[in-house]
């Protein structure tokens, strides 16, 4: 009995955590470049019950006893693997700002691979974007809208002197006479990129190598790639299970009350 308690008690946490990723989804559903995470739900190992022969513990089957009778398996909950982005390419909405950017996904030679901007953080350190939302900050270098240094192919910071400056389609910065291409970098399992908050990833992505095509669009921006109907229906799903599996507790629990307070009682 109180195996199925735990059983169902995981099954409750479990959606408990598939409703939060999701409505962490909806939340960032306007927030340009966001990869919607999809939560993977795993069962616990199963366990193969045997028929007791003896009195000892069938961890081991002694030499002398007979072989034990096995009954069959019990499953014993479920949990929460890993969270895995959605990289698929988002809408793009026209802003016919300047220094809003878009990635357009073209054909890649990997399943599992994406590009991605590449901006410094506070620590100096690399991390990759597909959030386009940029602007140019007091000193005319083009940043993020937390600040982080947008790089070229360099890794240096990108000095644009004001919002006058065109992208072209293959991520050319053309400024004053200079031609400065964007740091774009591609990472061929981007399910490897670990997610750090404010649109960032971080983990190994490589200058963009022979074969991987790509589209820089000036003046729109890559919208999330959340699917807010089916992403709705989805927490609706969730909350049933963990309705559910809330039920049953209380249904052991009942159980466990009934064996302790009636039938242990001695009339």
């Known amino acids: 009995m109180l195996r199925g308690f735990y059983t169902a008690a995981s099954g409750m946490l479990t959606m408990q955590r ?63 693997q890993e969270y895995v982005p959605n990289y698929g390419q988002g809408a793009l909405r026209e802003t016919d700002v300047s220094t809003d950017l878009a990635l357009i996904d073209g054909v890649f030679p990997d399943e599992t691979g994406s590009i991605f901007f590449t901006v410094q953080n506070e620590n100096g350190e690399p991390r990759y974007t597909r959030n386009g939302n940029f602007t140019v900050d007091g000193q005319g270098y083009l940043v993020t809208t937390q600040g982080y240094y947008v790089l070229d192919q360099a890794g240096n910071p990108i000095q644009t002197n004001g919002m006058e400056f065109t992208v072209t389609p293959e991520g050319i ?61 989805q927490m609706m799903e969730a909350y049933r299970s963990f309705e559910m599996n809330q039920r049953v507790l209380k249904a052991y629990d009942e159980s466990l009350g009934k064996a302790v307070n009636e039938i242990g009682r001695i009339v």
């Open 18 to 80: 598939r409703q939060e990723s999701l409505a962490n989804n909806i939340a960032n559903a306007n927030t340009p470049g966001y990869k919607a995470d999809q939560a993977t739900v795993r069962a616990f190992p199963e366990m193969l019950l045997y028929q007791m022969g003896s009195k000892t513990v069938p961890t081991k089957q002694p030499k002398n006893l007979p072989i034990q009778n096995p009954i069959g398996s019990i499953n014993t909950g479920v949990y929460v």
């Open 173 to 233: 910065v053309q400024v004053d006479g200079q031609n400065i291409p964007l740091g774009i970098a591609y990472s061929a399992n981007a399910n490897q990129l670990e997610k750090e908050g404010n649109g960032l990833f971080n983990g190994e992505a490589v200058p963009v190598p022979g074969g991987v095509t790509y589209t820089v669009q000036q003046g729109f921006l890559e919208q999330s790639n959340v699917d807010t109907v089916q992403t709705m229906t």
